[in-house]
Structures are given as structure tokens and as C-alpha cells.
């Protein structure tokens, strides 16, 4: 059996000398991988991360939290197997001596007045010792808190060596290359200039001498000059390491085996962590950028071939190269397969942006690699595949004077059309006079062959080694333009290919998809509007308001006697006054913190607040009303259903003049058609009833409330039962607890608000769960209702199928939305549906490219200010402008207390994103303000992506979300960095402060572990 490895309480600062256990990351027994972090502790400086790079299980005993513990020392185990795993409270294992490590250089002598020792810091669990690898600063330099003065090469990465004291940097000091153990001196720091000892340890061979001349009192001695750094072993000889690459890091040894093989490192992308280009890396490189690691080809022309009688003159250089090429192809075991397109849409497209055919054709084949990587990837000898991201695509130019040249456009997958037809037209002019360096005619990943803009019908083109196939576009007949693969078997199989040309004549025939639109979307006609938007909600209305603002005539069609939709008479506004309410009453608690007496016995007038909330909606329905009628919008009241796909008929029938409740459908005997050319659908949707036994006769006799009717209650229940633990039920069971009912909410999954953060939903259920007349259940189903209004019954059971039941006054039925889509007659325009809801693409666009449609009918996030979003990017798109809707930049609030909310991506959704997520979070009741009002549950989590720093996600929950989360919205709809946020100047006292400080925090760890990669 294996010794345990030894979990230590590492060194995360040169000053730190212990720490305390914050919290277990991964629990006894849990598996390890290299990377995972297992643990927090505090330092002297934050909490940070213990990450561990062993495999195995965790293993007791571990330190308790709140232990503190000396670095160094143990403070958990790492086993092979599950079987060896101990218990949290185990007796200590016993762990071998380790292996004697291979001797060090010296490490520098302190000099007489050193204020300060920098030491080699302990900058990973399993590191012993480090390697200089450069001097930030040099000597002489005053230094102050959170300076840089060097660059050290641990077992994992190159990282940096951070001083958190002031005074002047000062020898002796640890020259460049010198292996130094950790915790020994690397340089030193005194306290003013005329100390400074400029005096170096020079290292040679694996062995040290003193290097340069002491200072003498007064003198100015600087450092002597250094020797060489040693050469790394590893059997390439006496060659002098490779330079550093430019802007990134690469190890010792593979600047070692660069060297010997002529490898420009800069053209290298690194597997190691951070980037770090390995020797492995140097070995697998391939011609010009990088040498093979295989025995040398033999070249093409001297293998076998026929002799032809005759004198023959020599090559060209091209010619030889073209030559040489295609004989290789032959070693290349290849297959056709031929699929036609309709090239037309994309000529069109190609030409309204103002780009090349050419290059539009690459963009859509590097587009179609996202799904089908493998066309990307190649033969490599012997027997292995590169598996390549960036596409790199080769295209034939004539050059003057006769000949071809396949220059290649680089970065197709990740480059605009517009950076890529710029950098083609430069290509392209230096091709045809033979001006291209090596790097840009070397290496594609895959070609393209267009020989159909010459008129040739039908060819095959030849692929060469390096790529897995090669495109041949013939000119376009009655059936379309074939598009021909011959590619490597060895690669990549016909099936694969079939299904990569597939996904290519897609995206060539639907170019407005990924180009953008190539011009406005409204037909020409005689038509009776412009644009006919059908519905008057946030979604509508903005749509609405924008193509108004265009110029456009527009008619708006609206169910109801004013504009607002949903949100305005029966979801966001009119909670919002309850909540309002509810808020003042629960305020009141705060007030004896701060010696406020006589104000903690509020009560509620149900007529005064019923009054002055309808007030308020009408109010707000008067003014949108009036805006919409003075920039020249149609306000038409009805229901709309479409007769073709550019008539609809407004059935005026069952129109009503009260704007509060849902308008009843009317029976078609009263109304009038309008054609238009293009049309909006935004009519949002209505609550979804569940089957549960009861609940439609419960909605019949009024005891049972949906979103729609719960404002017709004549008052505050004293008992309420709650289904469904998303934003309105939460929101609606806080309401009236707070307003002093007894209220149960049931949930049928397995936790509460399933659209915010897990941790974010952990907590707030558990803080609702200690408000006394508050009871939350999840994991159960609801298996009937039954009663009158005021007496009412609902029965569930739980997941080991209890069954419980409970009186109550009403059942408010909060159990989501869905689209009602039959009355519209959407077949009749050639709109598509799919599971349930509209299909649409980012643009907004369904099926029938001049019929858009926004907010809840497409499904999605169901939120008023989605829809307002949509609704804009869909009057743009109208109009011929770009624009797409991006969910992983939308937000949301729940209107608890504390308030949850989000903006962006969980780390998981990051992660499941491809994206290489890292998180860091706080608890709010750290914050002063919230200390001060007693607003203490919650906690604000950043969410960053690790290589870029650009924040992706930030969640909340606070008893001031709403006013907090602005913030996080622009970081994350900016694309704002972590050092942007950290940077930012937030005013102090706020709780805006917390973001800054978790920017700092967060680059401060991705600085230390340099893991980027991983």
C-alpha cells in the first residue's frame, strides 16, 4: 500500500506563517484530481484556495475548521484508494521520509542592515524549491507594498514573486536561473538607498560562487557581471537554451530542445498550465512553424516515378513545390463526397456587407467545424491525429507571370467577416507578386479549391498532408453549385463528411443567420402598415417605439383598453406595491438596533393600499397611452390572428374597458382585417393550471388565484397555500407572510427559484425558513385541492409518498407560464412552433423571414425587460440593422427579502459554456451598511473567466439587490475585465465597495496559481 500524501498548510505570502481552516472544499472520501481545491484558509493577507495536485481520496484526519495550523504542517491526507480512506478524527498516518532533493544553489547571505528577507515562497502544495527566472526590479529600486521584484519557475508554472513590505531592493541576490529551496533568502530589503549591498550570487554548472564586489562606505560598486545560467540536463548537448518567447512563458528545457531544433517558440501555443509551452509541445511541432519529432520524410521527388524521354528544363521554385506537394498527396488513402447548395442568398449577403464570395465561403466552412471538428484536424506520422481549433484555410490565387499560390487566411473560426476580407485583399495582392512570407502560405489546416468562378462544372480537387480534405466548389447549374470533399479516410470517414457538407449547405443557404441581415425585412408592397406588432406589453411596445422612431408606420394591437401588458396590470408593477408595503411593515423590526422605540406595531389598511396600487397602474397605462398615440404609433384594441402572412384579422368582439384583468377571447362578429408587410408577435403568455384534481374548479369558484386573478382578493388571507417556488410564488408567500398570514409554499422540485445561483437558492430558503409563519417544502407533488374561498384544503406528499394536507383561506397556483398560440393561427403565416413556444433565432426572426417574435412566446427567461430587449433587437433587424439577444448577458430580480438576483453565468453555466470559469464570493454581513441596519443574510459571488479575466456572471443576494445589481449588469453587458472592476473607484460606505474588493481578491489568486489552462 501507497504512503499517504501529506496535504500542508502551504505558504500563500512571504510573510505568512500560518493559517486558519475557512472551510473543506471536498469532503472524506471524495475523489481528487490534480487541481481541485479541497480547502480555504485564511492568511495574513485573505482567504484563499488550497489546491492539490495528487490524485486519490481525501483522507483524514483533516484540521477542523478554525484550527490554525503552521505552515507546513499537516492538515489532511491524500490516499490511493477508497478502501485506505480514514475517518476526519483518525490518528495521523505515518508517511515516510521524503527522497533526498538534488542539491540547490546557495542561497545569498543577509547583508548587515537588511530590514527584510525575501524568500522563496511556497507557491504550490508539492513545490520544494524554485528557479529565478528573472528580476522584475533591479537593485537600487525603492519597492513598496504589492511590488513585483521577481519571476520565479515552480513545478507547475512561472509565477510571481509579490513583496507586501517597503524599503529598497538589496543584495546579495539570487541570480537569474539559480535553483533556489524554499523558504531561503532569494534578495533582501533595506531601509534606504546608501544600504543597498549591489552584490549577486552567480551560478554555473550547478555550483555558486560570490559574485561582484562588496560596497564600501559611500561608494557606488555596482554588480559585476553574471555568469551564464547552466545548462539544462536532458541529453541535447551543450546549446544554448532558445530566447523566452514574446508575451508568453516556455520551460527550460523546452527553450533546451527549441534550440536544438530550430524552433521559433513564438509560433507555439503551450498545453502546459498558464500557457507554458512544454518540451512535449517543442517535440509534437510540425513544418515551418514547427519541426516533427518523426524520423525526416523522404522527399517527394526522389521516390519512385516514371521516366519520360525528352530534355527536359528545370523547375521553378513554384513549380517544384507544387510538384513535390501533389506526389506526397499520393501517400494520402482519399474519398469524394459531392452535395449541391443555393449559393445565391450568400452572394447577395456577401455583397450588401461589402466582402468577398471568397472569403464568406470561408467564414461559413470554418462555421461549420464548430460542429464538426475533425474536417479541422490531421494526419500526423505515425499513427496520430492533431486535433486542431484554429482554422487556418488555404485558397488558391493566380499569380502574374502564370502559377498558383495558396495563401492562408488564418483565425477563420474567431475573426470577424470583416477583419478577415481585410486581411484576405492584402493576402490576395501579395500572392500575385510572390511577396508572401513562409508563415502565410505554410501550414493550412484545411483548402478550399474554386474553380466554378471560372465556369468549370465539375473537378476534383487534390488535398495535401497536413489537412484532413479539400473543398471543391464547381460553377452553380439548375440543381445548385456542388460542393465536392475528397478528404483522408485516415481522419475522417464518409459518414462524418456527409454530415460536415450538410451543416456547410446550411449555413451557405441561410447566410442573414451568422452575417446578419442584408437590408430591412419589410417586403415592398401596398400594404396597410409597415409593420403590424401584435401585442402591447414591455416587448411590443419597445418594438413599437423603436420602428416609429425609424419613420415607419406601425400598428400596435392590444387587448386591452392602454398598453403595459403583463407586467404593468398583473405581474412587476402591482407586486411591487404589496412588496412596497410589506417592506414598511418589515423595516420596523430594524428599528430597535438603532434605538428607534413605539414603531414595531405596524398594520395594514388592505382599501388604502388596493387604492392607491390600481391608482398607480392606471396612472402609468394613461402615460404609455399618450406616448404611444404621439410618435405616431396605431394603437388598435383587440385580439389579432393571422388570415395569411401578411393579413390579420382584429377581433373587436370581446373587447372590455377594464385594463386590470385578462381580456376574454371574443367570438369573431365584430372586427376588420389589416395587411402588413412585416409583423410582430409579442402577446406574451398566461399562467400554465397544472392537472392537479381541483385546481380548475378552485379557479371557477374563486378560491383558487393564479398570477392573472390574485389582485381581485377582497383581502390578506390569514392562511395561504403557495404552489410553485419560483419568482412569483416566492415573492407572493413572503407578501403575505410579512402581512401576517400563515403561508406553506409547495415545490415540486428538489429546491426553490431554479433560474438563480444553487448557493444563492440554498440560502435564501434557508433564511425563509426561519421566518415563524413561513414554511417552504420542496420534492413534493400536489395530489388535490378542494374547498370554497376562505376554506380551502390542498393535499400533497413528499418524496417517500406521505401524504399531508392543510386548510387554508385561498391556493394561489404559482406554477409558471406558457404561451397561448392557438387563437393567433400561426400556420396560416408559416410560423413554426417548437415545444410549445415560437421558434425564433437570436435575431428575434421566425420561421417566416418577415414574421419576428419576442418575450414570453418564444420561450426562455420570462421576464418584462427580456422581452423590452427583444423587442428592440427585432425593430432593429426590421430595419436591416444587426442585432442579436444574448441570455448570457440578461438579469434578473426576485423580489424576496434579502432580494436574490443574477447577471450572466453560474460558474457551472460558464463552465458548461466551454468557458474556463472561476468564481469568488463574499458573505454581506462583512459589509458596514448592512451591519448597521441589521440586513445581514446573503452574499454577492463574481463569477470570471480564467484566461481572459472578463467577468461573465456576477449573483446576488442582498436585502438591496435591486439597487446593487446595476453595477453588475454593466460589468457583465460590458465585458468588463477584473482589473477593470478592481480598479474602478467605488464610493465608501456602499455595499458597491464589495464588488471591488472581489476583483482584487480573485486576480490576487489567479496571480498565485497561474492555472488558467486547466
Excluded at 409593420?531 to 415607419?552: N, T
Excluded at 415563524?772 to 374547498?787: D, E, R, Y
Aim: glycine fraction near 10%; aromatic fraction near 4%; charged fraction near 25%.
Amino acid at each position: 500500500m501507497a504512503e499517504p500524501y501529506t496535504v500542508k498548510m502551504p505558504q500563500l505570502s512571504d510573510t505568512m506563517t500560518e493559517g486558519t481552516v475557512v472551510s473543506w472544499e471536498k469532503n472524506v472520501g471524495d475523489p481528487i484530481t490534480r487541481g481541485d481545491v479541497v480547502a480555504t484558509v485564511e492568511t495574513d493577507k485573505a482567504i484563499m484556495d488550497v489546491e492539490v495536485f495528487r490524485e486519490g481520496y481525501l483522507s483524514g484526519p483533516v484540521a477542523p475548521v478554525d484550527a490554525t495550523v503552521a505552515v507546513g504542517e499537516a492538515i489532511a491526507y491524500i490516499v490511493a484508494s477508497e478502501d485506505e480512506v480514514a475517518g476526519a478524527d483518525a490518528e495521523a498516518p505515518a508517511v515516510g521520509e521524503a527522497a533526498p532533493e538534488p542539491a540547490a544553489d546557495p542561497a545569498p547571505a543577509a547583508p548587515a542592515d537588511a530590514s527584510h528577507t525575501i524568500k522563496m515562497p511556497q507557491l504550490s502544495d508539492t513545490m520544494t524549491e524554485g528557479t529565478v527566472v528573472s528580476w522584475e526590479k533591479e537593485l537600487g529600486e525603492p519597492i513598496e507594498r504589492g511590488t513585483v521584484v521577481a519571476t520565479v519557475e515552480t513545478d507547475k508554472a512561472i509565477m510571481d514573486v509579490e513583496i507586501f513590505r517597503e524599503g529598497y531592493l538589496s543584495g546579495p541576490r539570487a541570480e537569474v536561473d539559480s535553483v533556489i529551496p524554499v523558504g531561503e533568502p532569494l534578495a533582501f530589503l533595506v531601509d534606504s538607498a546608501d544600504q543597498v549591498v549591489y552584490e549577486g550570487v552567480a551560478v554555473s554548472g550547478g555550483g555558486a560562487s560570490a559574485g561582484g564586489s562588496e560596497a564600501h562606505g559611500g561608494g557606488d560598486t555596482r554588480p559585476a557581471a553574471t555568469a551564464a545560467p547552466a545548462a539544462p540536463a536532458g541529453g541535447e548537448g551543450d546549446v544554448t537554451p532558445a530566447p523566452r518567447p514574446e508575451n508568453k512563458h516556455a520551460t527550460p528545457y523546452a527553450r533546451k530542445i527549441a534550440a536544438s531544433q530550430g524552433v521559433n517558440l513564438n509560433n507555439l501555443k503551450g498545453s502546459g498550465p498558464d500557457g507554458v509551452i512544454t518540451a512535449e509541445d517543442v517535440r509534437n511541432a510540425q513544418p515551418v512553424a514547427r519541426p516533427t519529432e518523426t524520423a525526416e520524410q523522404v522527399p517527394a521527388h526522389v521516390m519512385p516515378e516514371i521516366q519520360v524521354p525528352g530534355d527536359g528544363r528545370n523547375m521553378t521554385a513554384m513549380e517544384k513545390a507544387v510538384s513535390h506537394s501533389m506526389t506526397a498527396s499520393l501517400t494520402m488513402p482519399t474519398f469524394e463526397v459531392t452535395l449541391r447548395a443555393r449559393p445565391e442568398a450568400l452572394i447577395k449577403a456577401a455583397k450588401a456587407h461589402g466582402v468577398s464570395v471568397t472569403v464568406a465561403i470561408a467564414k461559413a466552412c470554418a462555421l461549420a467545424m464548430q460542429k464538426h471538428p475533425a474536417m479541422n484536424w490531421a494526419y500526423q506520422p505515425v499513427d496520430k491525429l492533431v486535433e486542431r481549433d484554429q482554422v487556418d484555410i488555404g485558397m488558391a490565387v493566380s499569380a502574374d507571370g502564370g502559377g498558383l499560390v495558396v495563401p492562408v487566411l488564418r483565425g477563420c473560426e474567431s475573426r470577424s467577416l470583416e477583419e478577415l476580407n481585410e486581411s484576405w485583399g492584402d493576402l490576395v495582392n501579395r500572392a500575385r507578386k510572390r511577396r508572401l512570407a513562409p508563415e502565410e502560405y505554410a501550414n493550412p489546416t484545411f483548402m478550399v479549391s474554386n474553380m466554378g468562378m471560372l465556369g468549370v462544372e465539375s473537378f476534383t480537387a487534390i488535398p495535401t498532408p497536413g489537412t484532413a480534405g479539400i473543398l471543391a466548389i464547381a460553377a452553380a447549374g439548375d440543381e445548385g453549385m456542388p460542393l465536392t470533399i475528397t478528404a483522408d479516410h485516415r481522419v475522417i470517414n464518409g459518414a462524418q463528411v456527409a454530415e460536415y457538407l450538410g451543416e456547410l449547405k446550411g449555413i451557405i443557404e441561410n447566410p442573414t443567420e451568422w452575417m446578419g441581415p442584408t437590408g430591412p425585412a419589410i417586403p415592398e408592397g401596398d400594404w396597410d402598415y409597415d409593420v403590424v406588432v401584435i401585442g402591447g406589453g414591455p416587448g411590443g411596445e419597445d418594438c413599437a417605439r423603436d420602428l416609429a422612431g425609424h419613420g415607419l408606420k406601425v400598428a400596435m394591437v392590444n387587448d386591452a383598453p392602454y398598453p403595459g401588458g403583463e407586467c404593468l396590470w398583473r405581474g412587476c408593477i402591482p407586486s411591487k406595491a404589496w412588496r412596497a408595503a410589506a417592506d414598511r411593515m418589515r423595516d420596523r423590526a430594524h428599528d430597535g438596533l438603532l434605538g428607534i422605540r413605539g414603531t414595531d406595531n405596524a398594520s395594514l389598511d388592505w382599501e388604502q393600499l388596493e387604492s392607491h396600487r390600481r391608482h398607480v397602474l392606471e396612472e402609468r397605462g394613461g402615460m404609455a397611452l399618450k406616448t404611444d398615440k404621439g410618435v405616431k404609433i396605431d394603437v388598435i384594441q383587440g385580439l389579432a390572428s393571422f388570415e395569411t402572412d401578411h393579413r390579420v384579422f382584429i377581433d373587436t368582439s370581446g373587447n372590455s374597458a377594464d385594463p386590470h384583468n385578462r381580456a376574454p377571447a371574443g367570438d369573431a362578429s365584430d372586427g376588420r382585417t389589416v395587411t402588413f408587410g412585416a409583423a410582430v408577435i409579442a402577446t406574451g403568455a398566461p399562467p400554465f393550471v397544472p392537472p392537479i384534481p381541483g385546481a380548475h374548479e378552485g379557479l371557477e369558484s374563486g378560491g383558487v388565484r393564479t398570477s392573472d386573478t390574485v389582485w381581485s382578493l377582497p383581502e390578506p388571507p390569514k392562511r395561504l397555500g403557495v404552489v410553485g417556488g419560483g419568482a412569483i410564488g416566492m415573492e407572493m408567500a413572503q407578501i403575505f407572510a410579512d402581512f401576517g398570514a400563515e403561508v406553506t409554499l409547495l415545490e415540486g422540485q428538489d429546491r426553490v427559484l431554479a433560474e438563480v445561483e444553487a448557493e444563492v437558492a440554498k440560502q435564501i430558503t434557508a433564511a425563509l425558513n426561519e421566518e415563524p409563519n413561513l414554511t417552504l417544502q420542496t420534492s413534493v407533488k400536489v395530489t388535490g385541492i378542494q374547498g370554497e374561498p376562505g376554506n380551502m384544503t390542498l393535499t400533497w406528499a413528499d418524496a417517500e409518498g406521505n401524504e399531508s394536507s392543510m386548510a387554508c383561506d385561498y391556493v394561489i397556483l404559482a406554477t409558471g407560464k406558457r404561451p397561448d398560440l392557438e387563437p393567433l393561427a400561426l400556420d396560416n403565416a408559416g410560423v413554426q412552433v417548437e415545444e410549445g413556444v415560437i421558434k425564433a433565432d437570436a435575431r428575434c426572426r421566425t420561421s417566416a423571414d418577415h414574421i419576428f417574435a419576442v418575450g414570453d412566446v418564444i420561450g426562455g427567461l420570462m421576464l418584462a425587460h427580456t422581452a423590452g430587449q427583444q423587442g428592440r433587437v427585432a425593430a432593429h433587424n426590421l430595419v436591416g440593422e444587426d442585432a442579436r439577444y444574448d441570455q448570457a448577458m440578461d438579469s434578473g430580480v426576485i423580489f424576496t427579502r434579502p432580494e436574490a438576483g443574477f447577471v450572466g453565468l453560474s460558474a457551472e453555466q460558464a463552465k458548461a459554456a466551454g468557458i474556463d470559469a472561476v468564481e469568488v464570493k463574499t458573505p454581506i454581513n462583512i459589509d458596514a451598511k448592512a451591519m448597521i441596519t441589521g440586513e445581514e443574510v446573503g452574499l454577492i459571488k463574481l463569477v470570471a473567466d480564467k484566461a481572459t479575466h472578463r467577468v461573465v456572471g456576477v449573483h446576488l443576494l442582498a436585502d438591496h439587490t435591486d439597487t446593487l445589481i446595476g453595477e453588475a449588469v454593466m460589468m457583465v453587458s460590458g465585458r468588463m475585465t477584473l482589473e477593470q472592476v478592481a480598479e474602478a473607484i467605488h464610493p465608501h460606505p456602499t455595499q458597491t465597495e464589495l464588488f471591488g474588493e472581489l476583483a482584487r481578491r480573485l486576480l490576487s489568486r489567479l496571480r498565485r496559481s497561474k492555472k488558467k489552462g486547466k
